[in-house]
């Protein structure tokens, strides 16, 4: 996993190698191991080119450059030099963030077609099947990727992004410029593309709780390349070219497959996918919060460990697990934690978040996350990326995606019953709701508060759950939440209609493709990302292998939600892999953090200064009635849901500070 930067010029103005090299920099943190770049200038009717390791190797065609790609390195794969990006080969350079797992097997494709390979890395592999299949090599790979492609033959950069995006591209056109980087604070290392906040953008921030929505950012004028899109550039007339080239699409039925073979298969894939991600030639280990889906990588890490250590001799001589703890036995999941790196052989790591550190820790955040983050559950995420880096390891995986994969959100056992309920199926509407309602885990799944963002306005407004943020935005309250980019207006309008446009897709499989593609896993994808990559760690997720997500997506609601269990399908695939006290849990907490705990009481002697401060926000947020809230009785007494609000106004404030956004 590595950091990628590229400008192109248009119209006769020419690159400047001092702007790149200091945009690659901006990044230097995903890259400590080396940099390089590739310059390109026009000569007889096409492009001549030149890799360097410094800018200051370019030499006479300074003046000339039409096109400028850096890289910082992050070495994963052959750690010899032969490994260094940009890589180029029969006039067709990249630079490449990721990793691809089925590298072994393309190569070997490629070498029947007579390619010929001098590094191990999968970065050689991708480009020479470029070289091989063109645009369609996308067809062929299978992994987490973020790549530019310079093809000199005909004037082209092909950009990619990965199926889920998993991994992170930006770009902006300023004035005769197309830029691109793996992180928005090296897009804004370029001259007049100033930090400018997207005040929509903004606004949907902090009454939602989200700022990823396919290509829209929080800054004006950067977007994001989304998931499964690519994109052209031609260097010659300046024109970008977007297409989707993948798309999540859950399947009809399938008659004729039984729920055991439809289990037994599931297996199969989380062993297989597990194993692929388990590739490295640095130290790996594993992210553990002791629920189902972190404890799923790691049970099937300790079983591939057991019974076939040549796959997984990146764990070297220790299995090295990661677990965020609380002192407060209401968030604490240590317990479930330990038996599950117990039962997996690993050596387990407890890692302490504390308010004072957060604090401490909090503008540092800002300023690598790129934009603002919604709740302190990324500062737990934080801290285990820091302690995973201090043990050593290098690449963690980690259990990103379950829910969303496999339904384990309270929003989808709603979507089951409206789809029992709608189909007329009252029995089985009767019986999975008493399940639901027997099984014990009232809090979570009756909380409606909790799942505030996908509730009426009205609604919304009569249980509280706003009830800091309506009194303090500068903005349309009933506008804002009745906007169509709103999770509420789209989950109701799908369990109104009774599922999407794809023939036999459910209420559910809908919700799930939402979520993955355009709602809660985009944001969670961006923190994964930022937090592993601050401390120079490969984060990977296998459960969100593409192949798994459409396995998943297509399986029934049934064997999602199945006599009140959520995620049933993964519990009896994991059975007598996974021990029973995690794989029989029934108690959700996410990945809880104390928010109200430390904003109401242990930091609010730095919140209160904090916010007696001239304070960036003041143009979205009445700091005077903000004040007044966080000092009354009110305060004291609010809901977490509230809270949650306040956070998100820090939040704010922060990212604006580490911007310099006025």
């Not at 901006?26 to 390791?53: I, K, S, T």
């Not at 250590?309 to 990661?322: W, Y």
Request: hydrophobic share 40%; glycine share 10%.
């Amino acid at each position: 996993m590595c950091g990628i930067v590229g400008i192109l010029a248009f119209n006769g103005t020419p690159v400047d190698p001092i702007v790149l090299d200091r945009m690659n920099n901006r990044q230097a943190h995903r890259g400590p191991d080396g940099a390089g770049y590739l310059f390109a200038w026009p000569e007889d009717g096409g492009f001549a080119d030149v890799l360097v390791r410094d800018v200051a190797q370019l030499g006479e065609h300074r003046d000339d450059v039409r096109v400028g790609l850096g890289h910082r390195r992050l070495a994963i794969l052959d750690l010899s030099e032969r490994g260094i990006q940009p890589m180029r080969a029969d006039g067709v350079s990249i630079v490449f963030n990721g990793e691809i797992y089925n590298h072994r097997e393309v190569r070997t494709e490629l070498e029947r077609a007579g390619c010929s390979f001098t590094t191990r890395t999968d970065t050689e592999v991708l480009l020479y099947a470029y070289r091989q299949w063109g645009q369609d090599c996308l067809e062929h790979i299978q992994g987490m990727f973020a790549f530019a492609i310079w093809d000199r033959r005909i004037g082209r950069l092909f950009c990619a992004r990965d199926r889920l995006g998993i991994k992170p591209l930006y770009y902006a056109t300023p004035t005769g410029h197309f830029v691109f980087a793996s992180e928005i604070k090296a897009l804004l290392a370029f001259p007049g593309l100033e930090p400018v906040a997207d005040d929509d953008a903004v606004v949907d921030f902090l009454v939602h709780g989200n700022c990823d929505y396919g290509e829209r950012t929080v800054f004006r004028g950067v977007k994001a390349l989304p998931a499964a899109h690519a994109l052209d550039v031609d260097v010659g007339s300046g024109r970008v070219s977007l297409r989707r080239y993948w798309e999540l699409a859950p399947p009809g039925s399938r008659n004729g497959t039984t729920d055991d073979a439809r289990l037994e298969r599931l297996g199969e894939l989380l062993l297989d996918t597990t194993r692929s991600h388990l590739i490295s030639d640095v130290r790996a280990g594993s992210c553990l919060s002791g629920g189902i889906d972190s404890s799923t990588v790691v049970s099937l890490i300790g079983k591939i460990w057991r019974e076939q250590p040549d796959q997984a001799t990146a764990l070297g001589d220790r299995f090295l697990t990661f677990t965020s703890c609380w002192k407060y036995p209401e968030l604490d999941e240590r317990t479930y934690a330990g038996a599950v790196a117990r039962s997996a052989g690993a050596e387990s790591h407890l890692v302490f978040p504390s308010a004072e550190d957060f604090w401490e820790t909090f503008p540092k955040m800002a300023w690598h996350q790129d934009m603002p983050f919604a709740s302190l559950s990324y500062y737990a995420q934080w801290s285990v990326m820091r302690t995973a880096r201090d043990a050593g390891v290098k690449v963690l995986l980690d259990g990103q995606g379950g829910d969303e994969v496999f339904g384990g959100y309270a929003k989808f056992r709603y979507a089951y019953l409206a789809s029992l309920l709608r189909s007329g199926r009252l029995v089985s509407f009767a019986r999975e709701a008493g399940a639901m309602l027997g099984q014990g885990d009232l809090y979570y799944v009756l909380n409606l508060r909790r799942g505030y963002r996908y509730l009426p306005p009205r609604l919304r407004r009569l249980l509280g759950a706003d009830a800091l943020l309506e009194g303090v935005l500068r903005a349309d309250w009933d506008r804002a939440l009745a906007g169509e980019s709103t999770p509420a207006t789209r989950w109701w309008r799908y369990a109104r209609a009774g599922g999407s446009g794809h023939t036999g897709t459910s209420v559910m499989q809908r919700i799930q493709v939402d979520d993955i593609m355009m709602d809660t896993l985009p944001l969670l994808l961006r923190m994964e990302d930022r937090s592993s990559m601050a401390f120079s760690l490969e984060a990977r997720v296998p459960l969100l292998d593409h192949k798994l997500v459409e396995y998943g997506i297509s399986l029934p609601d049934h064997l999602k939600v199945h006599h009140g269990w959520s995620k049933f399908a993964i519990r009896e695939a994991m059975r007598g892999v996974l021990p029973d006290v995690v794989r029989q849990r029934t108690s959700k907490l996410g990945f809880a953090a104390p928010d109200r705990r430390w904003l109401a009481h242990d930091l609010r002697p730095q919140v209160t200064t904090l916010i007696e401060d001239s304070l960036r926000c003041e143009r979205y947020v009445d700091v005077a009635a903000l004040r007044r809230w966080y000092a009354s009785p009110q305060a004291a007494g609010a809901s977490e849901e509230a809270y949650l609000g306040l956070f998100r106004i820090l939040a704010l404030e922060m990212w604006m500070r580490a911007f310099d956004l006025r």
